[in-house]
């Protein structure tokens, strides 16, 4: 017989066999998280070498979950060596405690452990993960494409009061925003282009620089990726958040179409407001480019005005104003998809915004490369 303390009051553990050769585990004294407890690991290579285990608790004054730990270890060695139990000796409220553990197995992943996974499973998972995504999207783009169709017969259900302050929030609300940074980029551009062109003499060509460049491209691309990330994680911040509070749940309950309801105003009037937006980023950049021409190489402003209107032709602009309408689809159905996928927590919210920013951005980027070899294509 071995003990594992000698006080009378703490936990011992006591191993004997018995006359029948079973192995005897006789639990005394108290039990409990805060006493000096015998370690599993003394008994385990008793318990795996014996062919039946009895227990004895007679001596048990006080018990809680370290007795419950102890003995759920035996058990489960026993289990595994296919060792018969008699619990007969426990008191019956650890024989009902142990039955309800063994009733209600563990659920799978609910412990937080390390797995080693080779290149190739990690790969594999990332496929089906992208391919699931790819899914989920394509039937996002299919049911917006529906609900296009069903305004186009005016057979969509949404609030046009919604619709009007969608459209303030996305046009005379981004304004000053767009201001700033139209304005900087056409000064940046003009600056830059001046230090190069002042080594030729060619400090004219400055207005044409710019004029090109905001009108074909950079008005509205920078238009676009303001709106990006001041519109498009608004959309995703306030699906998601409805997603939360389960109101997109109740509009699917009352049989209204959520992307009807939600979607499809927002993305028309990002549709509406992103050409005007790009012309009035294209006048602002023209206005940055002219305040380095006017102000620091000396050009007037009626040279600097006709110089501008000569290089800038009627195809540049609408190109510019073309581009930025698709912009505003892509912001717009990027940010509600994202919203649309968030989780029901307030990261999944927050993770659904970064997404959609970022998402919208990667398709400007995309489209604006896109236009660039159709244009030259089709000579425009």
Not at 200 to 215: N, Q, R
Request: hydrophobic share 50%; proline share 3%.
């Amino acid at each position: 017989m071995t003990k594992a303390s000698p006080s009378s009051t703490a936990a011992e553990l006591a191993v004997a066999r018995t006359g029948t050769g079973a192995l005897l585990l006789r639990l005394s004294g108290r039990w409990d998280l805060g006493g000096n407890l015998p370690s599993p690991a003394a008994v385990d290579a008793k318990v795996t070498s014996a062919s039946r285990v009895e227990f004895d608790a007679v001596g048990l004054t006080s018990w809680d979950t370290s007795a419950l730990t102890f003995l759920t270890h035996v058990s489960s060695l026993c289990k595994a060596r296919g060792i018969a139990e008699d619990r007969s000796g426990l008191p019956p409220g650890i024989q009902r405690l142990l039955a309800l553990a063994e009733a209600v197995p563990e659920r799978k992943g609910a412990r937080a452990e390390e797995e080693d996974e080779s290149l190739l499973e990690r790969i594999g998972k990332a496929t089906l993960s992208s391919t699931d995504e790819l899914r989920e999207m394509l039937r996002f783009l299919g049911e917006v494409a529906l609900a296009s169709a069903r305004l186009l017969v005016g057979r969509a259900r949404y609030r046009k009061s919604d619709l009007f302050v969608l459209v303030q929030q996305a046009g005379a609300e981004a304004m000053g925003i767009v201001t700033l940074i139209s304005f900087l980029v056409g000064l940046i551009l003009a600056f830059v282009g001046a230090v190069q062109l002042q080594q030729f003499g060619a400090t004219i060509y400055v207005a044409d620089l710019v004029g090109i460049a905001m009108v074909r491209e950079m008005g509205a691309m920078m238009t676009g990726i303001v709106m990006a990330g001041r519109t498009g994680a608004s959309y995703a911040a306030q699906l998601g958040s409805m997603k939360v509070t389960q109101e997109i749940d109740a509009l699917t309950t009352m049989g209204i179409s959520p992307l009807e309801f939600l979607v499809l105003p927002r993305m028309v009037a990002l549709f509406l407001m992103m050409p005007l937006l790009c012309l009035y980023s294209d006048f602002v950049g023209i206005l940055g480019g002219a305040a380095v021409g006017i102000g620091m190489l000396d050009l007037s402003p009626i040279t600097y005005y006709q110089q501008t209107a000569a290089a800038v032709s009627v195809g540049n602009l609408v190109g510019g104003i073309f581009k930025a309408s698709v912009y505003g689809v892509l912001i717009a159905v990027s940010g509600c998809l994202r919203g649309m996928q968030s989780g029901s927590s307030s990261s999944a919210v927050g993770d659904a915004t970064t997404s959609a920013v970022v998402t919208s951005i990667v398709a400007i980027i995309v489209a604006c490369g896109v236009f660039a070899v159709l244009f030259y294509i089709l000579g425009i």
